[in-house]
């Protein structure tokens, strides 16, 4: 007595898809099983071309295609890979450049060698008996004259 | 020298889509000869036959202006398909919004079984060939939503199993499980199953 796929084997290889070696035996050698797919693959053929009907017509298809497109180049977006790329090198450029920025704030002002007060006092004594610094000039007189002093004295409320 | 379109149509797809980005329509142009009767295929199924010109338009020009956004992760081909699927997503949202209409049966009416190339001669094997048909459309019809999506993108559109699974984003073991579901569920239906 012959044993056929049963129902579910069947339904398996009627979709197309693959099948355990012990089935798949079977039906290569089972004329009643394979009658059985093939039955369902006609009915399956005659769906697919009621279904599809009739195609357009390729050609006028492509050039009304063609004739839509947007001028010009299409936008130069970032694949979003890429972007994502860029975005992680910006990422440790920054990173960089903070840790640095760090560095340098924590680093200590280097000691330098003390200078002689003489020296100071030289320097300042040659400035001071030099023309104006610029931008040091007095505005107005801070000392009022004699006159202006006298003035004062003599009339208190002007 | 410019290139003629029998050169671009030996040209793989990953030259022809660097050069549509910079602009080559010649080259876009060959991958819509190349892809173009997949994409109506699949976009047949989804918004029906009075749609699937406009609708595989739609979806033709819309993988053009993202073309940038391609990174070669899938092939372009599923790339293509998914963009008609969710083209077609959006054209029956559209349609939802704006109320039901009678031609949104997406069901092949007599007159598409009619026209059907039958094999058989005489006029008693064509009718009952033509019965099988219906019947078999009729219980497809019938299927779940998603087990229908599958099964029409795997025997209409005829699609590869990895491919509907990369176009839906689901798992190629879900669409075996699913398909055979549909074509069980179909058989039980017509009375096949014991």
Redesign the interface.
């Given at each position: 007595m012959t044993t056929h796929l049963d129902?579910?084997d069947?339904?398996?290889a009627?979709?197309?898809?693959p099948l355990e070696a012990a089935a798949a035996d079977h039906l290569a050698q089972c004329l009643i099983c394979r009658r059985?797919v093939e039955a369902?693959g006609e009915?399956?053929d005659?769906?697919?071309?009621?279904?599809?009907?009739d195609?357009?017509d390729?050609e006028a298809?492509?050039l009304?295609?063609?004739e839509?497109?947007?001028p010009?180049?299409?936008?130069?977006?970032?694949?979003?890979?890429?972007r994502v790329r860029l975005l992680a090198a910006a990422a440790l450029i920054l990173a960089a450049l903070g840790l640095g920025a760090l560095q340098l704030s924590r680093r200590q002002p280097q000691p330098t060698a003390p200078v002689p007060v003489e020296r100071i006092l030289a320097e300042v004594n040659a400035t001071l008996d030099g023309p104006v610094y610029p931008g040091f000039e007095a505005l107005e007189p801070i000392v009022p004259d004699a006159d202006e002093l006298q003035a004062v004295i003599n009339n208190p409320t002007s | 020298m410019t290139p003629t379109r029998s050169d671009l149509s030996q040209v793989d797809d990953e030259t022809l889509v660097a050069a549509a980005c910079g602009g080559d329509r010649e080259a876009f142009g060959t991958l819509v000869t190349r892809y173009q009767r997949r994409v109506w295929r699949v976009c047949r199924q989804y918004v029906g036959a009075d749609e699937a010109d406009a609708a595989t338009q739609d979806a033709l020009v819309k993988a053009f202006v993202r073309l940038p956004s391609f990174d070669g992760r899938a092939a372009f081909a599923t790339w293509l398909t998914r963009i008609a699927i969710n083209t077609c997503l959006d054209e029956l949202r559209r349609r939802k919004r704006e109320g039901p209409r009678a031609e949104d049966d997406d069901e092949t009416g007599a007159g598409g079984l009619a026209g059907l190339a039958d094999k058989a001669a005489d006029p008693e094997a064509r009718a009952a060939q033509r019965q099988a048909v219906a019947r078999l459309l009729a219980s497809e019809s019938a299927l779940p939503a998603r087990q229908r999506e599958i099964f029409r993108l795997r025997f209409f559109a005829e699609l590869e199993l990895e491919e509907i699974a990369a176009a839906l984003a689901v798992h190629v073991g879900t669409v075996k499980t699913q398909l055979h579901r549909a074509v069980h569920r179909m058989r039980r239906e017509l009375g096949d199953v014991r």
């Open positions: 129902d579910n069947l339904s398996r009627m979709a197309q898809l059985r369902f009915q399956l005659g769906l697919r071309r009621a279904r599809l009907g195609e357009p390729w298809q492509r009304a295609v063609l839509r497109l947007p010009g180049a299409t936008v130069v977006a970032l694949a979003p890979r890429r | -």
